[in-house]
């Protein structure tokens, strides 16, 4: 009976499924962790509204013509170097700008949006969830620390949810299948569908030579393989070419992203340095980014940390309120600045940081340092709760949250 009630009928492909899942469900879920998710893998491109609206346009053009077209389609332009794009269950769907200025027109644009879109009206998300599939991945581009992914594991609830929805790889037969209906929604839609034929002959050449930031992002999320530019080619011969391309209309949306590209580049060219430990070079080349683009919230953030690293916590206040300025949802600069706040002993402005930045995605860091600022203010019983929380989680901080709980409640 069980078997029977969990069944279902994949809405794209028709085939039975399993289904543990409901609909309701799965579309609370994707509301859920949608913002949140965008927060773990470097928050929204605000520099660029336009584009989020034209990316969104088109998104909604191949949506429509979907076969779950009344699912609360959401599309986002993330501020993320690294080449990627990813759907959360219900339609709520990201493309990096590091893949965006990969795109020579909005077919190909349309190509990656319909792939997702598959993803998501199939239900795949869904179906590695209830298949156990999720993956302890870790959070592009959040960190310079001694590991990679700084915080990574400090991630609770929804976000360390769908930070693994958004990172963990497909199989080759959900690509297949997302490969197949998006080149359908393509055509449906008015594009040439030969420009998914050639983004993924591209990205197998690209992940045959490991360009650097593509193993570590699309390739490691959608796995390319010459099955793939095979079966897309032949639907492509099948169902015929021909249609819109605007490389003009793409390449006049994206003239914005592609003039401050350098400032990303001196960007991700001062965390690696910061990574090597070679602090003074890394300061030299975010400067270099910040002279280029100073409303980049992201380059303060990480001029702070660097300036932390250097143990000029004034100095790294300064940048750090200059990002929370700039953007004042991100979680990252909140939680940096409430630490180094913290470090600082302003207690007030520590705490206020801390508690915005667990309002949008909480951490057990924020949970065991707000248990640290009440513990100075005495107010234990805020801190009994605080301690409790990150002691939920794993690892140092959560251990640390637990020696700390047991000493105030003895």
């Known amino acids: 009976m069980l078997l029977f009630t969990g069944c279902s009928v994949n809405p794209v492909t028709g085939e039975k499924q399993l289904s543990l899942i409901g609909e309701s469900q799965e579309l609370a879920m994707g509301a859920e962790q949608y913002t949140p998710t965008q927060q773990t893998q470097g928050g929204q491109f605000y520099i660029d509204p336009e ?9 909604h053009k191949l949506a429509k013509v979907s076969d779950r077209p009344d699912l609360p389609y959401e599309f986002v332009v993330l501020n993320n170097s690294v080449p990627n794009a990813w759907a959360l269950p219900g339609g709520k769907i990201a493309v990096n700008r590091g893949l965006l200025t990969e795109l020579d027109d909005e077919a190909q644009l349309a190509s990656v949006l319909g792939h997702e879109i598959v993803h998501a009206a199939a239900r795949h998300s869904v179906q590695r969830m209830q298949q156990g599939m ?15 992914n700084e915080w990574a594991g400090l991630l609770m609830g929804g976000a360390a949810v769908g930070a693994q929805l958004a990172l963990a790889q497909y199989g080759q037969g959900d690509e297949l ?13 008015g594009y040439d569908p030969q420009a998914a034929v050639e983004l993924q002959e591209l990205f197998l050449e690209m992940s045959k030579g490991q360009q650097a930031g593509f193993i570590d992002g699309l390739f490691a999320t959608h796995p390319p393989s010459a099955k793939r530019v095979r079966e897309n080619s032949e639907l492509v011969r099948k169902i015929g070419g021909g249609g819109y391309r605007g490389a003009d209309v793409y390449q006049q949306k994206t003239a914005t992203l592609r003039k401050f590209k350098p400032a990303y580049d001196a960007h991700d060219e001062a965390m690696k340095l910061a990574s090597e430990g070679n602090l003074d070079a890394a300061l030299s080349k975010v400067n270099e980014a910040i002279n280029i683009l100073p409303r980049e919230a992201m380059f303060y953030s990480l001029r702070g940390r660097i300036y932390q690293e250097q143990n000029k916590p004034e100095k790294a206040s300064a940048d750090f309120d200059k990002a929370v300025e700039r953007y004042p949802e991100m979680f990252m600069y909140r939680l940096h600045n409430g630490l180094n706040a913290l470090a600082l002993n302003h207690l007030s402005e520590a705490r206020e940081n801390l508690v915005r930045a667990n ?3 909480p951490t057990s860091i924020a949970f065991l340092r707000l248990g640290d600022i009440a513990v100075k203010n005495n107010n234990r019983d805020e801190a009994i709760a605080y301690y409790s929380k990150a002691a939920e989680a794993s690892g140092e901080v959560a251990e640390e949250a637990r020696q700390k709980l047991e000493a105030l409640t003895r």
């Not at 584009?51 to 998104?59: A, D, F, K, M, P």
């Not at 997302?178 to 359908?184: E, N």
Request: aromatic share 10%; proline share 0%; charged share 20%.
């Open 359 to 361: 309002e949008v995605v």
């Open 134 to 148: 999720l993956i302890s991945a870790g959070v592009a581009g959040l960190g310079f620390a001694l590991t990679d």
């Open 51 to 59: 584009l989020t609206l034209y990316v969104s346009e088109v998104g």
């Open 177 to 189: 299948e997302s490969d197949h209906y998006g080149i359908l929604y393509m055509k449906e839609a």
